[in-house]
């Protein structure tokens, strides 16, 4: 039987402590829906006569960004590139520039296991727009969509005159779904700054970033939700301290087939669904996007390789991985100066 359960989010605004029940404002809290998932923006001190701009704004910054990046439509900017089946340099915005830029210097990083080239494989295994196979690809076909893979095939050209995007092989298939949302989430931090909002929390299914002060005067918590299919379970509060949260699961989006479970987070190396015992690694970085782009290379590689990983570039990264009937969960020292506390 098939099944497909997404993950809207693994992250969650946590409700308030006795001691930020001080006098406030009423939050403003808009949300919506955007690139198959939930984007939701809490504002505080911000008058609610604004609250329809604002939607409408937001809306129509993420209608841009699914425009230029998704690989569901067949429109967008980067879809055109994957149907363009040549090598000739295709011009790009700066901003897409830069997030291949970046996914490119985290896909070096985490040696390949992070690998936005990987698109026919996600692809094959059922979770991009072409929808679930019947059966599992055999071995011919992963060897050949593994053919059309690889971060090497990828490059940027920036210079005066523009920002291009060039593949050596016209087959490969570029996927940036694993960046999208901290992208996406940058973009709205970026918007209320634009619109002089200084307190928000925003964010685009699984990314959030959150700057200056809640309605109660108090830090933005985000919680880290606990790997089980129940919503709202808390497994670590934070202080994002102005930075991007992004978590990676292979627990909520995966369906079965053929009596196995199959996970959406591909291993390029071996072009199958990991297979290991970490079920969800989260990031704080500087940006949404570069939290985002980190989580997905540490899912695939695993808990050893993840936290030596993080370890090595001073990641702020909180595993958590199944063990028997249970779980275990690791911090870096890095996540621990955001932790409030833990369950
Ligand atoms: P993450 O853990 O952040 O990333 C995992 C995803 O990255 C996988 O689902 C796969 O796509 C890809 N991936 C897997 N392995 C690797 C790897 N080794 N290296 C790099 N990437 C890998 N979904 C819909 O159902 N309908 C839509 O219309 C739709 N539109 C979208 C538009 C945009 C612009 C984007 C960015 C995504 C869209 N999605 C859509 C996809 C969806 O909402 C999520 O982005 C997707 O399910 C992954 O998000 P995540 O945070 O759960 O996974």
């Not at 670590?236 to 369906?255: C, E, F, K, M």
């Not at 297979?275 to 050893?304: F, P």
Request: charged share 20%.
């Amino acid at each position: 039987m098939h099944f497909r359960n997404i993950l809207l989010t693994a992250l969650i605004v946590t409700g308030l402590t006795a001691c930020d029940r001080a006098p406030q404002r009423e939050p403003l809290v808009l949300q919506g829906k955007t690139m198959g998932t939930v984007w939701r923006v809490t504002l505080a001190g911000v008058d609610p006569q604004r609250k329809e701009a604002l939607q409408q704004a937001i809306q129509q910054q993420l209608d841009r960004d699914d425009g230029e990046i998704s690989t569901w439509k067949t429109t967008s900017v980067l879809s055109r590139f994957n149907q363009y089946q040549g090598t000739e340099p295709q011009p790009v915005s700066a901003d897409m520039a830069d997030i291949v830029t970046l996914s490119l210097r985290i896909g070096a990083k985490t040696a390949g296991a992070m690998d936005i080239t990987a698109g026919r494989l996600v692809n094959l295994w059922g979770f991009g727009p072409v929808g679930q196979p019947a059966h599992q690809p055999d071995v011919a076909a992963i060897a050949a969509a593994r053919a059309e893979t690889g971060l090497s095939h990828l490059r940027v050209i920036q210079n005066v005159s523009g920002q291009w995007l060039q593949k050596d092989l016209p087959g490969l298939y570029v996927d940036l779904s694993t960046v999208g949302e901290g992208y996406a989430t940058d973009h709205l931090a970026r918007l209320m700054e634009q619109q002089g909002i200084t307190n928000y929390l925003v964010s685009v299914g699984g990314a959030v970033l959150s700057r200056g002060r809640n309605a109660s005067q108090q830090p933005w918590r985000v919680a880290v939700q606990k790997p089980t299919d129940r919503e709202n379970a808390v497994e670590a509060r934070v202080d994002l301290q102005g930075h991007g949260i992004s978590t990676s699961g292979s627990y909520r989006n995966y369906y079965e087939l053929d009596g196995k479970r199959i996970s959406h987070v591909i291993d390029p190396a071996t072009g199958r669904p990991v297979q290991h015992k970490l079920v969800s690694a989260t990031v704080i970085a500087t940006t949404a996007l570069e939290a985002d782009g980190w989580d997905t290379g540490l899912m695939v590689l695993g808990t050893a390789r993840a936290k030596a990983l993080a370890l090595k570039e001073h990641l702020a990264v909180y595993l958590i991985t199944k063990e028997g009937d249970g779980f275990s969960h690791w911090m870096s020292p890095g996540f621990k100066t955001f932790l409030i506390d833990k369950s």
